[in-house]
């Protein structure tokens, strides 16, 4: 779990981590909010870590979310 406050919002959010994956040389994870106003959304964002933080960065465009939405995809819903 970890904590996250989305720009709208004051307070800080606790999310689940459904994974941390790759795209093009590039890491990003996948989150669900455990607020029950974004219950059942999955929000996915590019995502770097220091020794000291972590730090979740919003997908620019629409190419490059397709892109990672469709490895996480295959990685956490398809059948094997």
Same mark, same amino acid.
């Given at each position: $779990? %970890? ?9 800080? /959010? #606790?999310?689940?981590? &459904? ?9 990003? %994870?996948? &989150? ?6 974004? #219950?059942?959304?999955?929000? %996915? ?8 933080? $972590?730090?979740?960065?919003? &997908? ?7 892109? /990672?939405?469709?490895?996480?995809? #295959?990685?956490?819903?398809? #059948?094997?």
């Amino acid at each position: $779990m %970890i904590f996250v406050t989305f720009e709208d919002e004051d307070k800080e /959010v #606790a999310c689940d981590v &459904i994974g941390v994956f790759e795209v093009e040389k590039k890491d990003y %994870i996948a &989150i669900v909010p455990q607020d029950e106003e974004f #219950a059942d959304e999955v929000l %996915i964002y590019r995502y770097s870590e220091t020794d000291e933080s $972590m730090e979740l960065t919003e &997908i620019e465009t629409d190419e490059e979310f397709e892109k /990672v939405e469709n490895v996480f995809e #295959a990685l956490f819903f398809e #059948a094997e």
